[in-house]
């Protein structure tokens, strides 16, 4: 599993984060940070003043801060991603209240899958919080869930750059995922690390979106997958409810 360097440096962490926050999930303003990182209003100003400096943030006229140039403000659209965190970080809680592992939300953005909101597990030995990160699509829970709802022209764009065995590989794996109604990422993405994962129905305009529930691979087993899918699939039913009532 992919954990904290043993020598983190907690500001640099905090400023990486808060980077890939503002590119996501649009303008913040000062408190809205200190509340998403734990910090104080002190050093949320701070921050956003470094990443100003160094073009990776701008304050807007009515003194919110974007991303900056730096980031581009390419990738995925703030809205939707905001509402969808907002929407399945409650259900996420639940994930972890019942299962006792880590349940992440993601998004699909291009070839990959990216994570917007993880609720970790209590346990010592867990999977840690992934927000902001991204994994490949073709082979993350989540990533394959999404691919599994798409049509046959949809999904040719995902196939081509995997290379004839590569893609039949996976079209196989989605057969199965359909069968199932959820995906399995069993160490492909890191060693040590099991994931399950489903498709969240669109609504309320957002789209592309899953739920995972991550767990080391010492504690899983192939006997906890249908019943982590039947609890993912309950929550991504929820989430959708959630957002269709939002919009």
């Known amino acids: 599993m992919k954990n904290k360097p043993a020598y983190a440096i907690a500001s640099v962490d905090a400023a990486l984060l808060l980077a890939s926050l503002l590119q996501q999930e649009g303008a913040m303003r000062v408190t809205d940070v200190a509340a998403r990182l734990g910090v104080s209003v002190s050093t949320a100003h701070r921050l956003l003043g470094m990443l100003v400096y160094r073009d990776f943030a701008e304050q807007l006229p009515d003194r919110r801060y974007t991303a900056g ?39 699909l953005a291009g070839s990959d899958v990216r994570f917007v909101a993880t609720v970790e597990s209590p346990q010592v030995l867990r999977v840690g919080d992934r927000t902001g990160r991204t994994l490949p699509a073709h082979l993350s829970s989540g ?46 993405t890191e060693p040590g690390l099991v994931a399950v994962g489903v498709a969240v129905p669109a609504a309320g305009g957002v789209t592309g979106a899953a739920l995972s529930l991550a767990a080391p691979a010492a504690r899983f087993s192939r006997d ?24």
């Open 143 to 188: 990533g394959k869930a999404v691919l599994a709802t798409m049509d046959a022209e949809q999904l040719a764009a995902h196939l081509e750059p995997l290379g004839a065995t590569g893609a039949a590989r996976l079209q196989r794996e989605l057969r199965t995922v359909r069968r199932r109604r959820f995906a399995v990422n069993d160490q492909a």
């Open 224 to 247: 906890l997958a249908a019943s982590w899918g039947s609890a993912l699939a309950g929550a991504a039913d929820a989430v959708a409810r959630d957002l269709s009532a939002a919009g």
């Open 69 to 107: 140039p730096v980031l581009g403000r390419g990738g995925l659209r703030p809205a939707p991603v905001t509402r969808l965190r907002e929407a399945a970080v409650p259900h996420l809680r639940h994930l972890v209240d019942t299962v006792g592992e880590t349940a992440n939300a993601m998004v």
